[in-house]
């Protein structure tokens, strides 16, 4: 079966969406993402949209999702990457993304997780690359 | 309006609908739709094809590129024979949803093409029609 593969960096798990999504594969990756969550211990999952050329409501809603399952789990998820136009769509459709953060690229998003962790006084214990 | 070339595809499963999407990029990309424009046509297919999926099991999709005077467009027409709507006045109101999507599907939908028709009865079946022009 096909999965979205998870890379795990330091606190944060990685993810990058390099093909449209079916929808198996969709629900698969979000429930893969909350497992992973749970496993590591991550306290920051970053997903990176930007190969996606259309985000419809099913989509937004798995990305919401995450977003909402990760947060119950003391995990902050920021979406990177979309595109102009997916966003103009996204908006004119009336969907917003709510639960997750967002940021334009992955490195302003890791930038964004880090300060996440370290405004709810969280200690980045065990120096893994990755994490400062 | 005219009709320039045309397809059909048949939707019986959640896989199909990535190729739909991608056939409908085709069809918008050799009219010379802009990138937004092309986005908005593919997600609105995809909402709707979703919905037939969902409410009908599947059904049927024509694809057309169309012209009228100078302008050219993309029509899409969603045929199934599930169950139809019992109010489609209802269906078409913003936050209204007898699934458990967000509630966002037909209104959303009409807002991303130019033209926007439902046609249902219950029992038969439903057919939309959305068209989307160039640069429209």
Known sequence: ?132 | MMVLNKDTMRIEKEQDVVPLRNRVKEFAVRIGMGLVNQTKLITAASELVRNMLKYAGGGSVLIEAVSQGRDTGIRLTFADKGPGIKDVLLAMKDGYSSGKSLGIGLPGTKRLVNEFDIKSTVGEGTTVIILKWKNG
């Open chain 1, 1 to 132: 079966m096909d999965r979205i593969p998870i890379l795990r960096m330091g606190h944060f798990l990685l993810v990058t969406i390099q093909i449209d999504l079916y929808d198996r594969l969709a629900t698969t990756l979000e429930s893969d993402l909350v497992q992973m969550v749970f496993k590591t211990g991550a306290k920051g999952v970053l997903i990176d949209i930007s190969a996606l050329s259309i985000v419809d409501s099913f989509m937004g809603r798995i990305l919401g999702n995450i977003g909402s399952m990760s947060k119950i789990m003391d995990s902050e998820t920021v979406v990177v990457g979309m595109q102009p136009a997916v966003a103009i769509t996204l908006i004119e459709l009336g969907l917003e993304l709510k639960g997750v953060h967002t940021a334009l690229n992955v490195e302003k998003g890791m930038e964004l997780l880090k300060e996440k962790i370290g405004s709810n006084g969280e200690e980045l214990v065990e120096d893994d690359d990755g994490a400062e």
